[in-house]
């Protein structure tokens, strides 16, 4: 069983990974979020596995899980998704401010200078307004 | 109240509060800085008087209080010989140029800025010379590199000003980063990091294998603060500031700190063949070099900065002879040139204030224009010259004395009498220099204005100075034979030895030295026009070219070894990142001794889990392969989340199963959102090496932690949460104890955690103010979006649910105590009503029929739950510390009643006023977008059918 949650364990974290070095920014969300399942099962199990042993108080339980990465993981699963929803909303601010979505905002691939066209015209930023 | 119980802390602390005030009182008026100041340093000093007799008696006054004592840090004072003769240096002469400075400072000089800094300085030297804990030393000794920094830089306006501050800072800075490694050291080597430990452990700290490093350390610290060769180039530099600064920083105060810790870690440093060799062989060379350069410099503080550097070395040079007769001329030597150096530096602030330079060779003949200055410099040179019945001679002889002592240590030691003769030579031309070409020697040239002498009280520090080293120099017996005597014992920890302060001692060897230094001065300085002609024919080492070209490098190899690792490319950042991770990793695994797995017995497996693990493996890989087609990769992902949840079910987590569920919905449908805005597919990439690259960090990454994970697994722990367990129901009074140590136990963590959250929500509302964004009119595959945005079946079935979701969230959040559940979870369920409302029914009917503003729900949020730990703390309980009782309600039976419940009210708000407002700003983009985007297309049809 422990060789099992390892290994899903590290499936995860390669797959995360990998995303997180893409060029676009959905991919990197993606592979952030897969990266943050990996982190909190991997705290969770720190608490080594057991089974049908819940850490709520009850005389006729013979013993309890470890509550303690249990309490950890649980706000680790609410602040990842905080940052989840940051994080593609500064895509989004990205792909606004810049015209594309790649993680520098600076080149953009031949498949997407067809979309150009279908994006606002471009308004100059106050540097360039104050240099000219 | 016994004021021997607390005074030292408040004589060093004052002047910071002072500093204050003189800022203060400066914006009203520009004299009132002064006043206060001159009030505060007095106070300061009628403060110390009253242990004053202490150190006289035999005694050290020690005041400590613990501060960080895990790690030997205590809040600690002490006053013994040596400081008090140090402290007793920088009170009154400080006081001393505070009078002077009131009538140096021009009108346009800020006065409430200088005597801020000023005040900042002298506390900062005040806590070096009275700490008794060595690392609250370092402290102090680093304040004193930052205020000095200010004093120097105080012209800003002026370029050599500010260089001259960035030199000093940055070597001094540098020294003080070495002498805390060297004191760190001393501390291990010792186990304490008090004085009094450490001044009694001599033999130990000189035995210790470490004693040369800890050595080299300390003195780096030493030279550098002290400017001894070859770190001396900064001083010079530093004559850029107002001369106040200098008089103060360069006679009594800054430099002599290096001095100061020379003499108070003499005991235990001094008397190997190291020490020698390092302090000696420094000082020697400074004395040289600083006592010849002098000679050459047009600029009267130029020429006052050499010979404070040529007389700082003298000092370490007596430093370094080791014996407890060069100690004693040292101490003396630091008091005589106190007081000549600082009348020295006053007077040539005078001449340049009535002048308007700092010239020789404008400045000559002024005896007749400024008689009463004249004299007072010339005794006060006379006195750095080491001409008899001035304080200069008795200490300079008492050097030349031990340099013919050490002289006989062995066969090249016999050239140290010749080389200190030498340095004494020029030191008489030079001191001559001083007197002659300024003050007689022809008419003064091209002045702009006519000298005359400054006002009254500009004089009278100089006065007093100098009134000082005659009484010391004609009856060294009955002025300052008490004090030196307290501070030498205070120096050496021990009773003083046997030393004469008699001004005659017969016609010995170094009255001979003495007298031949007098001589061929004077006829060196006579011959100074053909020795400053030729001086300036050659080039000289500028040690400022060097520095400015090393500091020049540094940043050139910065910039070098920034490009080279940040490309301004994320990838790149992120990869080198992971790679370093991997290598680092990796040298864990490499250099582990043990088995790889432990011997904890392993669960069996069985089917199902092999089944749903199998899942999880392919759709992470699925989301990986996958992911140039967005959305079906955000299908995958979500199995993913679903089978972690599986699985915290079935390892006996189920808070975080509820937990992981209900996030899962709520970060899809966010992803969903926002990938309506981005491109649907991500391009091809076409740069094969880098997929490699990348396949490899990730391979690496994944087996790494399957590894490491297996090794933890296989291996039994001894947890910490046995108190939690069995503390859970009677501390915190609920069963549930994952909950229970998230609003109770580390309630505090928890505070942090939604207030992060609160900011996230914050932030993503921020950041889509304004923003406008395209939204296509199709689907990947080109098909126009459904026009039945809300369908009618979802709309009813979702309002008739709608009730009971918020019921269940309700239910959830009060059994959160006792069983799985609480605040967080119960947030999230209620969010996902609502969202799922604004998602059926538009945005704009549920907000009418929702008037709540979500910043308001995260407010209270924050504050009910601060709140409860507030109301706490008003009950005389620690932060957060949560109460609990019964209550028997009528029908519905025994009830409990936690504070904590509050606690976890706040965290539910601010969960759902953090996840509804991200949504549906997310939303209500998109709603905005797509009247924008027909607007645009409307625009640029009339634009067409307008050409």
Redesign the interface.
């Known amino acids: 069983m422990e060789w099992l949650i390892s290994i899903s364990i590290g499936f995860m974290t390669a797959a995360g990974v990998f995303l997180t070095l893409r060029a676009r920014t959905f991919p990197v969300v993606l592979g952030l979020t897969l990266l943050a399942y990996a982190v909190n099962v991997f705290l969770f199990t720190m608490g080594r596995l057991n089974i049908g042993v819940p850490s709520v108080i009850d005389a006729a339980q013979a013993g309890y899980s470890d509550p303690l990465p249990q309490a950890l993981v649980l706000t680790a699963i609410v602040i990842a998704f905080g940052m989840t929803a940051f994080l593609i909303v500064l895509a989004l601010k990205a792909r606004s401010e810049l015209g594309n979505d790649h993680v520098d905002g600076i080149h953009l691939s031949k498949d997407e200078h067809s979309l150009e066209k279908t994006l606002p015209p471009k308004q100059p930023t106050k540097a360039v307004r104050g240099d000219s | 109240m016994n004021l021997l119980a607390f005074n030292l802390p408040i004589v060093v602390l004052l002047p910071f509060f002072g500093a204050i005030l003189a800022a203060y009182s400066g914006r009203f008026n520009r004299l009132a800085a002064a006043y206060t100041s001159g009030l505060v340093a007095l106070v300061s000093l009628l403060l110390l008087v009253p242990a004053i007799s202490l150190p006289f008696n035999g005694e050290t006054l020690i005041q400590s209080w613990s501060w960080v004592d895990s790690i030997g840090l205590f809040f600690a004072f002490r006053l013994d010989g040596l400081a008090l003769l140090f402290a007793l240096l920088i009170l009154i002469i400080g006081l001393l140029v505070i009078i002077y400075a009131r009538y140096y400072l021009a009108k346009k000089d800020s006065m409430g800025r200088f005597y801020a800094y000023l005040l900042m300085f002298m506390g900062s030297m005040l806590g070096i010379v009275l700490s008794e804990n060595v690392l609250q030393m370092v402290i102090f000794w680093e304040l004193t590199s930052i205020t000095s920094f200010l004093l120097i830089s105080y012209w800003q306006h002026r370029k050599d000003a500010r260089e001259g501050a960035r030199m000093a800072l940055a070597i001094t800075g540098a020294g003080g980063l070495a002498l805390l490694g060297g004191v760190l050291l001393l501390g291990h080597i010792v186990g304490s990091y008090q004085l009094s430990d450490i001044l009694v452990a001599g033999d130990l700290i000189r035995g210790h294998d470490l004693y040369e490093i800890t050595l080299v350390l300390v003195l780096l610290g030493v030279f550098t603060k002290s400017a001894q060769f070859p770190f001396h180039f900064w001083l010079p530099h530093a004559m850029a500031a107002p001369t106040p600064v200098s008089a103060y920083l360069h006679s009594a105060t800054m430099v002599k700190a290096g001095i100061f810790l020379l003499a108070r870690f003499f005991p235990v440093l001094s008397g190997t063949e190291m020490w020698t060799w390092l302090v000696g062989g420094a000082g020697m060379a400074t004395l040289l070099i600083g006592a010849y350069t002098a000679l050459f410099k047009h600029d009267l503080k130029g020429l006052l900065a050499y010979s404070t550097i040529s007389h700082l070395g003298l000092i370490t040079l007596l430093f370094g002879f080791g014996t407890q007769l060069a100690a004693v001329a040292a101490i003396f030597h630091i008091i005589n040139h106190a007081t000549f150096k600082a009348s020295l530096f006053m007077v040539a602030g005078i001449i340049d204030h009535e002048t308007g330079t700092r010239d020789m060779r404008k400045l000559n003949g002024l005896m007749k224009y400024m008689p009463h200055t004249g004299v007072l410099a010339i005794i006060a040179s006379l006195s750095m010259a080491g001409v008899p019945l001035l304080n200069g001679f008795l200490s300079k002889e008492m050097f030349f004395a031990e340099a013919v002592t050490a002289s006989q240590a062995s066969i090249i030691a016999w050239s140290i009498p010749i080389l200190v003769t030498l340095a004494g030579i020029f030191s008489v031309a030079y001191s001559l220099r001083f007197i002659h070409d300024v003050f007689f020697n022809g008419e003064p040239v091209g002045l702009t204005k006519t000298p005359h002498e400054p006002p009254r009280f500009m004089k009278i520090p100089v006065d007093l100075l100098v009134i000082a080293c005659l009484a010391v120099g004609m009856l060294p017996m009955y002025t300052v034979a008490s004090i030196l005597d307290v501070a030498v014992s205070g120096t050496l920890q021990t009773t003083s030895p046997e030393y004469s302060l008699a001004i005659w001692h017969g016609i010995n060897l170094p009255l001979i030295m003495s007298f031949t230094a007098l001589l061929f001065g004077a006829l060196i300085y006579f011959k100074r026009e053909s020795l400053i002609r030729n001086y300036d024919r050659h080039d000289h080492i500028n040690a400022k070219n060097y520095f400015m070209s090393l500091m020049d490098k540094l940043i050139a190899l910065s910039i070098l070894v920034t490009r080279r690792f940040d490309k301004?490319?994320?990838?790149n950042s992120?990869?080198w990142i992971?790679f370093a991770s991997i290598v680092i990793t990796g040298y864990g695994f490499f250099s582990f001794d043990s088995p790889l797995l432990g011997d904890r017995a392993?669960?069996?497996?069985d089917l199902v889990?092999?089944i749903v693990?199998m899942l999880?493996?392919v759709a992470?890989?699925m989301?990986?392969i996958w992911?140039r087609q967005?959305l079906i990769?955000?299908v995958v992902?979500g199995v993913?989340?679903l089978v972690?949840a599986l699985?915290?079910i079935?390892?006996?987590?189920?808070?975080?199963a509820l937990?992981?569920i209900s996030?899962e919905v709520?970060?899809i449908i966010?992803?969903l959102l926002?990938?309506y805005?981005?491109?649907q597919k991500?391009?091809?990439?076409t740069n094969k090496n880098r997929l490699w690259r990348?396949?490899i960090?990730?391979?690496a990454?994944?087996?790494g932690?399957?590894?490491f994970?297996?090794m933890?697994?296989?291996r039994d722990?001894d947890?910490?949460?046995h108190y939690?367990?069995s503390n859970?129901?009677p501390g915190g009074g609920g069963?549930?104890?994952?909950n229970v140590?998230?609003v109770d136990f580390?309630g505090f963590?928890?505070l942090g955690?939604i207030v992060?959250?609160a900011l996230?929500?914050l932030?993503?509302y921020a950041?889509?103010q304004g923003?406008?964004?395209?939204a296509?009119n199709n689907d990947i595959k080109g098909r126009s979006w459904s026009l039945d945005a809300h369908p009618m079946i979802l709309q009813t079935f979702t309002r008739l649910m709608m009730p009971l979701m918020i019921l269940v969230a309700v239910y959830i959040f009060l059994r959160g105590h006792?069983?799985?559940g609480g605040g967080?979870i119960a947030g999230?369920i209620a969010s996902v009503a609502l969202i799922v409302m604004y998602l059926s029914n538009g945005i704009e009917w549920t907000q009418q029929r929702l008037r709540i503003d979500m910043h308001l729900v995260i407010g209270f949020g924050l504050l009910i739950a601060t709140a409860t730990g507030l109301v706490a703390m008003a009950m005389g309980y620690p932060f957060l510390t949560s109460a609990f009782s019964h209550i028997h309600w009528p029908v519905i039976g025994e009830f409990e009643i936690a504070s904590a419940i509050a606690f976890d009210l706040g965290v539910f708000l601010v969960?759902v006023g953090?996840?509804v407002m991200?949504l549906v700003q997310?939303g209500k983009?998109s709603t905005l977008s797509h009247k924008?985007q027909q607007q645009?297309a409307a625009k640029r049809f009339n634009g067409q059918e307008n050409q």
């Open positions: 301004a490319s994320l990838q992120v990869a992971v392993l669960m069996p497996v889990t092999i693990a999880l493996i992470s890989l989301t990986m992911h967005r990769s955000l992902i993913v989340g972690i699985a915290f079935k390892f006996s987590a189920p808070d975080l937990t992981q996030v709520v970060t966010l992803l926002a990938l805005f981005l491109p991500s391009p091809k990439e990348d396949a960090l990730a391979i990454s994944g087996v932690i399957t590894l994970t297996m933890v697994l296989s722990y947890p910490i949460s939690f367990l859970s129901v069963t549930n104890v994952v140590i998230l580390r963590d928890t955690e992060v959250l996230a929500g932030g993503i950041m889509l923003l406008t964004l395209p296509p006792n069983l799985p967080f999230l969960v953090s996840t991200s997310l983009l924008q645009y």
